[in-house]
């Protein structure tokens, strides 16, 4: 079989796997990540989203084969370490607003907040409602509104 080598939370990390495996089995049952979920297995819930090099995607999208070794995969565990500190900001305001009710779909949410947050900044504008209108994740529980309300409370927090 062959070998893929990628960066994973900042560790370099090296499966051999069929290149065909989609890398959210390789997070994972190869690797024994479990922060990303499988929800559709198509990329329309996006409760498995993760970073790819700093932006959201759908690794229950992508054959490990469409990964390099120069990339660099951050799940839900990882995201705190970008930060230096025990919890990510949009953690935290994820705790203070109270989000969860099942958990299920949170990582995925969570790490979209931050790629959108990140992206917004890089354009130098501040989160605004057109931005959270884009965000697509599913939440079967329906907390949308504390959703919204942590990602502009993580927003406010993040340097």
């Not at 996006?46 to 390099?68: D, L, M, R, Y």
């Not at 565990?77 to 949170?106: F, I, N, S």
């Not at 504008?125 to 949308?144: A, Q």
């Amino acid at each position: 079989m062959p070998k893929h080598t990628f960066k994973l939370n900042g560790e370099q990390v090296t499966v051999d796997v069929p290149g065909e495996v989609r890398l959210l089995w390789v997070l994972r049952d190869v690797l024994g990540v479990r922060g990303p979920k499988y929800g559709c297995g198509l990329g329309v819930c996006q409760a498995c989203t993760c970073h790819i090099n700093g932006k959201a995607f759908n690794p229950c999208s992508v054959p490990v084969s469409e990964i390099g070794p120069d990339d660099e995969i951050t799940t839900i565990e990882g995201l705190p370490a970008t930060v230096g500190k025990d919890l990510h900001p949009m953690q935290q305001a994820w705790l203070d607003r109270d989000v969860p009710q099942c958990g299920y779909c949170q990582p995925g949410q969570i790490m979209t907040a931050v790629a959108t947050v990140r992206k917004v900044r890089e354009e130098g504008r501040e989160i605004g409602d057109e931005d959270l209108d884009e965000i697509r994740n599913v939440c079967r529980c329906g907390t949308y509104q504390r959703i919204r309300e942590a990602i502009r409370a993580g927003a406010d927090a993040t340097e």
